[in-house]
Nanobody, 128 residues
Framework: QVQLVESGGGLVQAGGSLTLSCAAS????????MGWFRQAPGQEREFVAA????????YYTDSVKGRFTISRDNAKKMVYLQMNSLKPEDTAVYYC?????????????????????WGQGTQVTVSS
């Protein structure tokens, strides 16, 4: 069992930065790949970024490559999403999620239905 709590959202001007944090509880945190998803009003939840259990392999959706950085600290049971050069289209509720890591994760990393645990979300609003 893994519980996830996001923090760090807020209102920022276009071009600004925010860092989202996700605190996890549970003894098996390092067994999970971690992802960030976002959902804008009236839109489906979409994959943003993911990191495997070792922390040394990361994935990003094309629209955030070069601007966002995902990282994790297994000792602290934390996952981070550093967001730079924010754009109004980044406005959404951001969710942290955990998927039990296996060799097939590379094929399922972007599929929200494959994630086992979710946080409650944190709002990010980017003004133009």
């Amino acid at each position: 069992q893994v519980q996830l709590v996001e923090s760090g959202g807020g209102l920022v001007q276009a071009g600004g930065s925010l860092t989202l944090s996700c605190a996890a509880s549970g003894r098996t945190f390092s067994s999970y790949a971690m992802g960030w998803f976002r959902q804008a009003p009236g839109q489906e939840r979409e994959f943003v970024a993911a990191v495997i259990w070792t922390g040394d392999v990361t994935y990003y959706t094309d629209s955030v490559k070069g601007r966002f950085t995902i990282s994790r600290d297994n000792a602290k049971k934390m996952v981070y999403l550093q967001m730079n050069s924010l754009k109004p289209e980044d406005t959404a509720v951001y969710y942290c999620a955990a998927q039990y890591y296996s060799s097939t994760y590379i094929y399922t990393k972007t599929e929200s239905r494959k994630y086992n645990y979710w946080g409650q979300g944190t709002q990010v609003t980017v003004s133009s």
